[in-house]
């Protein structure tokens, strides 16, 4: 069993930054891909970023640019959030994808609140 923490949420302005950090532990086969998703008020939950464990990550078009996902090692994934906006205020999940016997494991944190202000 896979357990995700995270940590880095808060309150801040318009044009502000935050980092988000997330750790996994438990055992567990080797972490695929880590990263985000989030959920903002009414919304649908979506993607952000995920990493590969080349490094190669996939992020979503509105924060492209403005985010960063980087992986410390095989189970911390960061997310470096600058000039932030309201709508980027959202609950922020950590997703950690593993591939074993042929099926695809989804593994969430238990998310932290990101707040954007005007």
């Known amino acids: 069993q896979v357990q995700l923490v995270e940590s880095g949420g808060g ?14 532990s438990g ?4 972490i695929n891909i880590m990263g985000w998703y989030r959920q903002g ?10 990493t590969t464990n080349d490094g190669i990550t996939n992020y979503e078009d509105s924060v492209k640019g403005r985010f960063t996902s980087s992986r410390d090692n095989a189970k911390k994934v960061f997310l470096q959030m600058n000039s932030l906006k309201p ?10 994808k593993i591939y074993l016997g042929g099926r695809l494991l989804d593994y969430w944190g238990q998310g932290t609140q990101v707040t954007v202000s005007s």
């Open 27 to 30: 055992s567990m086969s080797p």
């Open 41 to 50: 008020p009414g919304k649908q939950r979506e993607l952000v970023a995920l």
């Open 11 to 24: 309150l801040v302005q318009t044009g502000g930054s935050l980092r988000l950090s997330c750790a996994a």
């Open 87 to 96: 709508e980027d205020t959202a609950v922020y999940y950590c997703n950690a």
